[in-house]
């Protein structure tokens, strides 16, 4: 399967824009999320964030404290929930929160190199599975 491939997948607009508009960058950080994943196929629904990095890249320092408060936000409000969210629509949604993961691509996909969840080496298949929140070990 060939798709476009990009080096990033930020609103490049938006970023230049902030970083002139707003604040002082050494204490006002703004960061994108690649990837909300939620399936609502039953009547408990899952849900897991994701951000992507090709060419091995990292995720800088303050953007991974940004992303641990999210996490832990999200965490604590589900726990006071009892996972029971009621959105504006007056639907409640029963959620499994699986948390914030990290996705980095050797280069730019799976047909050029290797790809990681965690730090953990996987194939298509078993990255399929995990975003379709099939559980599924990555190989060591």
Same mark, same amino acid.
């Given at each position: 399967?060939?798709?476009v491939?990009?080096?990033? %997948? %930020?609103?490049? !607009?938006?970023? @230049?824009w902030?970083?002139?508009?707003?604040?002082?960058?050494?204490?006002?950080?703004?960061s994108?999320?690649? @990837?909300?994943?939620?399936?609502?196929?039953n009547d408990?629904?899952?849900?897991? @964030?994701? /951000?992507? *990095?090709r060419?091995?890249?990292k995720?800088?320092?303050? $953007? $991974?404290?940004?992303?641990?408060?999210?996490?832990?936000?999200?965490?604590?409000? @589900?726990?006071?929930?009892?996972? $029971?969210?009621r959105?504006?629509?007056?639907?409640? +949604?029963?959620?499994?929160?699986?948390?914030? +993961?990290?996705?980095?691509?050797?280069?730019?996909?799976?047909?050029?190199?290797?790809? !990681?969840?965690?730090?953990? /080496?996987?194939s298509?298949? $078993?990255l399929?599975?995990?975003l379709?929140?099939k559980?599924? *070990?990555?190989k060591?």
């Amino acid at each position: 399967m060939s798709h476009v491939k990009t080096k990033y %997948a %930020a609103d490049p !607009y938006m970023i @230049l824009w902030t970083a002139e508009h707003l604040p002082n960058k050494k204490s006002f950080f703004i960061s994108d999320l690649d @990837l909300i994943i939620r399936d609502a196929r039953n009547d408990k629904e899952h849900i897991m @964030l994701i /951000e992507i *990095k090709r060419y091995m890249g990292k995720v800088a320092v303050c $953007q $991974q404290s940004t992303f641990d408060v999210l996490h832990k936000l999200i965490n604590a409000g @589900l726990h006071a929930l009892k996972n $029971q969210v009621r959105c504006k629509n007056g639907i409640s +949604h029963k959620i499994k929160y699986h948390g914030f +993961h990290l996705l980095q691509f050797e280069r730019s996909s799976f047909e050029d190199g290797k790809v !990681y969840f965690d730090g953990k /080496e996987v194939s298509e298949q $078993q990255l399929i599975n995990v975003l379709s929140f099939k559980r599924t *070990k990555a190989k060591k």
